[in-house]
Nanobody, 124 residues
Framework: QVQLVESGGGLVQAGGSLRLSCTASGRTFSSNAMGWFRQAPGKEREFVAAISWDGGSTSYADSVKGRFTISRDNGKNTVYLRMNRLKPEDAAVYYC?????????????????WGQGTQVTVSS
């Protein structure tokens, strides 16, 4: 059974930092792009960041560019999202996803596997 399990969410003050982790089990995703999406209450799920299979290319939403960094460790079957200078508008449930392709994609349609999400709350 393939599972993606996120961790690292929590409550942080505005301006603070968090690092999310997503570990896969059941199969390896070392040949798949990985991504992070988020969904705030009453809003649609939106793209946050993506990374190619080898970590050689990344893509970010404009709203997080320069503040968030996506990375991966294929040996650990884990992808990370480092979030700095957090803002109240970053508060959401963050989802990890594994793509059905090697290159990073901003479209949720490219992702075949999804985690259950981890809550990020940012206080002002």
């Amino acid at each position: 059974q393939v599972q993606l399990v996120e961790s690292g969410g929590g409550l942080v003050q505005a301006g603070g930092s968090l690092r999310l982790s997503c570990t896969a089990s059941g199969r390896t995703f070392s040949s798949n792009a990985m991504g992070w999406f988020r969904q705030a209450p009453g809003k649609e799920r939106e793209f946050v960041a993506a990374i190619s299979w080898d970590g050689g290319s990344t893509s970010y939403a404009d709203s997080v560019k320069g503040r968030f960094t996506i990375s991966r460790d294929n040996g650990k079957n884990t992808v990370y999202l480092r979030m700095n200078r957090l803002k109240p508008e970053d508060a959401a449930v963050y989802y990890c996803a594994a793509a059905n392709r090697m290159l990073a994609s901003t479209s949720a349609l490219s992702y075949a596997y999804w985690g259950q999400g981890t809550q990020v709350t940012v206080s002002s």
